[in-house]
């Protein structure tokens, strides 16, 4: 999982996720994705470890059963 704070766009999340955009902003309006950050007016970006740590988080779960 990343140390960084890097930065994603909502293209990149994506990409990593395998999600589309509307899901994931449907996600986080339920809570179960994390939020993004609003860098200036016309701008977000999610940080990437956040990012990592949800797609392991739903790996763990599957691996639980």
Avoid: H
């Avoid at 993004?36 to 599957?62: D, H, P, Y």
């Amino acid at each position: 999982m990343p140390t960084t704070d890097t930065l994603l766009t909502i293209e990149e999340v994506a990409v990593r996720t395998r999600l589309s955009k509307p899901t994931i902003y449907k996600l986080i309006r339920q809570g179960a994705f994390p939020q993004q950050l609003r860098l200036c007016a016309n701008k977000v970006a999610w940080l990437e470890r956040e990012v990592a740590g949800w797609i392991a988080t739903r790996a763990e779960a599957r691996a639980a059963g």
